[in-house]
T-cell receptor
Framework: GNSVTQMEGPVTLSEEAFLTINCTYT??????LFWYVQYPGEGLQLLLK?????DKGSNKGFEATYRKETTSFHLEKGSVQVSDSAVYFC??????????FGKGTSLLVTP | KAGVTQTPRYLIKTRGQQVTLSCSPI?????VSWYQQTPGQGLQFLFE???????NKGNFPGRFSGRQFSNSRSEMNVSTLELGDSALYLC??????????????FGQGTRLTVV
């Protein structure tokens, strides 16, 4: 079946550091891939998406590239801020109905 | 454009009771999905409705049920509550392109505590 694996957290970084959160997936065919972010006490917000191989999704300084050959969709940001502290979820949708989520990666950015 | 609205935000119920949660999707979105989020199991898919029909269902017992109305609003019901049902319940709405859902937009969730 479809599944998503993302790196375990928590990840702690200093402000302005470079961020990478690894995400790999298992699915037949060509799923759509997403990164969602969850701030404390809130629901999920869509951060970025990619719907086909080699697509790059980007938003608010975050980027992720859909790599079919390595079945990966790693999240990156060049310079994190304290306000980026949150839990990040990688997800896929395939056959159109339901999202499969990774376990989530908690990010803490310190001043 | 209003987002996805879930009510209530917080609920405390006693074991054995039942509960109904409500979700109003983004205007024009006809697909509504429900997810359960717990620290141990993460985000798990409950079910998805489109045009008042359940199209897909996750691996949850029959105590979990849902429905969708003609205006696309959805409710989920949990009967005979157990302590393990304590969770954040998230509703998501999507538009449809062809036969598949586009990206999902989530509400703020309903935090259910069973005591």
């Amino acid at each position: 079946g479809n599944s998503v694996t993302q790196m375990e957290g928590p990840v702690t970084l200093s402000e302005e550091a470079f961020l990478t959160i690894n995400c790999t997936y298992t699915a037949t065919g060509y799923p759509s891939l997403f990164w969602y972010v969850q701030y404390p006490g809130e629901g999920l917000q869509l951060l970025l998406k990619a719907t086909k191989a080699d697509d790059k999704g980007s938003n608010k300084g975050f980027e992720a590239t859909y790599r079919k050959e390595t079945t990966s969709f790693h999240l990156e940001k060049g310079s994190v801020q304290v306000s980026d502290s949150a839990v990040y979820f990688c997800a896929l949708i395939h056959s159109g109905y339901a999202l499969n989520f990774g376990k989530g990666t908690s990010l803490l950015v310190t001043p | 454009k209003a987002g996805v609205t879930q009510t209530p935000r917080y609920l405390i119920k006693t074991r054995g009771q039942q509960v109904t949660l409500s979700c109003s999707p983004i205007s024009g979105h006809r697909s509504v999905s429900w997810y359960q989020q717990t620290p141990g199991q993460g985000l798990q898919f409950l079910f998805e409705y489109f045009s008042e029909t359940q199209r897909n269902k996750g691996n949850f017992p029959g105590r979990f049920s849902g429905r969708q109305f003609s205006n696309s609003r959805s409710e989920m019901n949990v009967s005979t509550l157990e302590l393990g049902d304590s969770a954040l319940y998230l509703c998501a709405s999507s538009s449809i392109q062809g036969a598949v859902n586009t990206e999902a937009f989530f509400g703020q969730g309903t935090r259910l505590t069973v005591v």
